[in-house]
């Protein structure tokens, strides 16, 4: 079964920084570019970033909101996916959710619920 | 950044209605548009990819259509388990950008 199971979600003080961390089995996790989606509480979804596989040289986008203070990265020899989230705002509290990328984002996790707050 | 605009909004239907959701992108994006379901407290589900192809499992009872930047998204028949949450995504360009949502409530 094809899965992603996010972790890492808690509560942080604003300019704080926590690290969510994404699970991926029962695909090959290294032919995939991924993604990692977040949603306010009671809003839309907004796209945060993406990484590309390594045949794309492991190469980065970002949404503005959030450049310059995430960070995605992966170890496929873990069939993990990162996001090093920095310099914490309260608009940053959002359920985060990895995605894998292959007809579009086609692959969900259940996501981890980021928290920042004073 | 291209802007993503759906309408209705929210709609109110009734089990066995035809239901049609309008996705209007701020510029052109090919065929580069997916559809995604949500349930409240679940993750998103893909529903469509390249405007009109299903993804594997979905029900045949949703079907999308359009090019450029008018897209729709059909439920054929409504169910009671289609009650959710729609989103369309461009992903022609970056940053990648979703509509706003459309909230199918029952009648």
């Known amino acids: 079964e094809v899965q992603l199971v996010e972790s890492g979600g808690g509560l942080v003080q604003p300019g704080g920084s926590l690290r969510l961390s994404c699970a991926a089995s029962?695909?090959?996790?290294?032919?995939?570019?991924m993604d990692w989606v977040r949603q306010a509480p009671g809003k839309g979804l907004e796209w945060v970033g993406r990484?590309?596989?390594?045949?794309?040289?492991?190469?980065?986008e970002y949404a503005a909101s959030v450049k310059g203070r995430f960070t995605i990265s992966r170890d496929d020899s873990k069939n993990s996916l990162y996001l090093q989230m920095n310099s914490l705002k309260t608009e940053d509290t959002a359920v985060y959710y990895c995605?894998?990328?292959?007809?579009?984002?086609?692959?969900w996790g259940q996501g981890t619920t980021v928290t920042v707050s004073s | 950044d291209i802007q993503m605009t759906q309408s209705p909004s929210s709609l109110s239907a009734s089990v066995g209605d035809r239901v049609t959701i309008t996705c209007r992108a701020s510029?052109?994006?090919?065929?580069?548009l997916a559809w995604f379901q949500q349930k409240p407290g679940k993750a998103p589900k893909s529903l469509i990819y390249?405007?009109?192809s299903l993804q594997s499992g979905v029900p045949s009872k949703f079907s999308g259509s359009g090019s450029g930047t008018d897209f729709t998204l059909t439920i054929s028949s409504l169910q009671p388990e289609d009650f959710a949450t729609y989103y369309c995504?461009?992903?022609?360009?970056?940053?990648?950008?979703f509509g706003g949502g459309t909230k199918v409530e029952i009648k």
């Open positions: 990484i590309r596989k390594k045949a794309n040289s492991y190469t980065t």
């Open positions: 995605v894998r990328v292959s007809h579009g984002m086609d692959v």
């Open positions: 510029q052109g994006i090919s065929n580069n």
């Open positions: 390249a405007a009109s």
């Open positions: 995504q461009q992903y022609n360009s970056y940053p990648l950008t």
């Open positions: 029962g695909f090959t996790f290294s032919d995939h570019y």
